[in-house]
């Protein structure tokens, strides 16, 4: 039997992030957005009944052992669905702060966790067009970097594990925040479940 791909629950209510994210942004973003690559991802790989039993993180992770014919579909598709799967996630209605081993994984690899911040912040507001801004696990260093990715591609894709991102895309900010992304990305800091990155980062 064929298992499509679903669109994960969301761990808190649609208003639970407000202020910092909005309700309707929110409601949208996951409802609308979230739901429709979904949906776009299952239609792709209809022609390609087997690919379903493949997770979406190891079709995204070798693209290259899927048709060409739909293989555009699932990066941009299965992208965008794993994509927001991970932002998804990584958010907290309750206030954390990073402890623990990612704290001083943090301190390791970026000399403290105010500069790891700076970085993180500086590159979500250099990012050009929409995209997203990680914090990823090399496969073969085990040091964490900061990488950036264009439309809906991911670092699965790049022999990367992601372990935080911010959704960069107009549609995650425009209705509360119209184009003062600074603002959006500076309210983001409040949302992140740290717990989660932890968890996250140690299965890497
Ligand atoms: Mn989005």
Known sequence: MIKKHQLPDLPFAFDALE???????????????????VDKLNLALEKYPKL?????DELLG??????????????????GHANHSLFWE????EK???????????????????????????????????????????????????TCTGNQDTPLSIGKKPILVIDLWEHAYYLKYQNRRAEFVEAWWNLVNWAQVERLFSKS
């Open 19 to 37: 202020p910092y994210m909005d309700a309707k942004t929110v409601e949208i973003h996951y409802g609308k957005h979230h739901q429709g690559y």
């Open 52 to 56: 379903f039993e493949k997770s979406i």
């Open 62 to 79: 070798d693209l290259s052992k899927v048709p060409e014919d739909i293989r555009t579909a699932v990066r941009n598709a299965g992208g």
């Open 90 to 93: 990584i958010l907290s209605p």
């Open 96 to 146: 954390q702060s990073c402890s623990g081993k990612i704290l001083s994984a943090i301190k390791k690899d970026f000399g403290s966790f105010e500069e790891f911040k700076k970085q993180f912040s500086d590159k979500s507001l250099a990012l050009f067009g929409s995209g997203y801004v990680w914090l990823v696990v090399d496969n073969k260093t085990k040091k964490l970097e900061i």
